[in-house]
């Protein structure tokens, strides 16, 4: 019965993971693309402190997600922020490998 809460529990966690991910992904898809609205945007204060707040609250559990799907997240956090962005694109597109190979042929 432990091991049956445990696992709900999990699963719970890896469901609310993926839901606050889908909510950054929106948002982030809303932000101008890069150029001079969006070096306005970053030149304020509070937009920069916003992201990092954002931030901090999406990479725990970005790192959850990763190493569900067995993905080292080792030296992740010593990563700035452009090398992190390029690991997600590298880790999702294993991901999808992964995935594809594991479908059958069509």
Same mark, same amino acid.
């Given at each position: 019965?432990?091991?049956?809460?445990?696992?709900?529990?999990?699963?719970?966690?890896? =469901?609310? $993971?993926?839901?606050?991910?889908? +909510? !950054?992904? #929106? !948002?982030? =898809?809303?932000?101008?693309? $890069?150029?001079?609205?969006?070096?306005? =945007?970053?030149? @304020?204060? +509070?937009?920069?402190?916003?992201?990092? /707040?954002?931030?901090?609250?999406?990479?725990?559990?970005?790192?959850?997600?990763?190493?569900?799907?067995? &993905?080292?997240?080792?030296? @992740?956090?010593?990563?700035? &922020?452009?090398?992190?962005?390029?690991?997600?694109?590298?880790? /999702?597109?294993?991901?999808?490998? #992964? &995935?594809?190979?594991?479908?059958? $042929?069509?």
């Amino acid at each position: 019965m432990r091991e049956f809460l445990s696992l709900c529990i999990f699963f719970l966690t890896i =469901q609310e $993971a993926l839901k606050r991910v889908a +909510e !950054a992904s #929106r !948002a982030f =898809q809303s932000l101008p693309p $890069a150029g001079p609205l969006w070096d306005l =945007q970053k030149s @304020y204060p +509070e937009f920069r402190r916003a992201m990092k /707040n954002c931030r901090t609250r999406i990479e725990p559990l970005l790192k959850i997600l990763l190493e569900h799907e067995m &993905v080292s997240t080792r030296d @992740y956090g010593k990563r700035l &922020v452009e090398e992190k962005l390029e690991f997600l694109i590298e880790a /999702n597109d294993d991901i999808l490998e #992964r &995935v594809v190979r594991g479908l059958p $042929a069509s």
